[in-house]
């Protein structure tokens, strides 16, 4: 059995135009009590990487001064007989100023 497997959670910020939004805040935290789990910035390329998240239930929130903070349940789980590495791949669009 896969005990301690670790996740990462891996994705890229844009606006809506495909701009990479540079310095992003994302942050991870747990459904049941908020508590911080996961914190990470978005790269020159948008790109940002979580990693050492164990299996469970998470908010994942993003959010980058002038734009409305985006949000969603992320949910990561092991079956007992896989014995791999895995990434959850994150993908942000249509994302626009607020006015």
Same mark, same amino acid.
């Given at each position: ?10 994705? %890229?910020v844009? =606006?809506?135009?495909? @701009?990479?939004l ?6 991870? !935290?747990? *459904? &049941? ?8 910035? %978005?790269?020159? =390329?948008?790109?940002? @990487? ?8 998470? !908010?994942? *929130? &993003?959010?980058?001064?002038?734009y ?8 990561l789980?092991? @079956? ?20």
């Open positions: 059995m896969a005990y301690g497997q670790n996740f990462s959670v891996t994705g %890229s844009t =606006d809506s135009t495909g @701009k990479a540079v310095n992003a805040s994302i942050v991870v !935290i747990t *459904q &049941v009590d908020s508590s911080l789990v996961g914190f990470s910035t %978005s790269r020159s =390329d948008g790109y940002f @990487k979580v990693d050492q998240l164990s299996p469970g239930s998470y !908010i994942l *929130q &993003v959010s980058f001064v002038g409305e903070t985006l949000g969603g349940i992320l949910t789980w092991i @079956k007992p007989w896989i014995l791999m590495s895995c990434s959850y791949l994150v993908k942000l669009k249509y994302w626009t100023s607020l006015p």
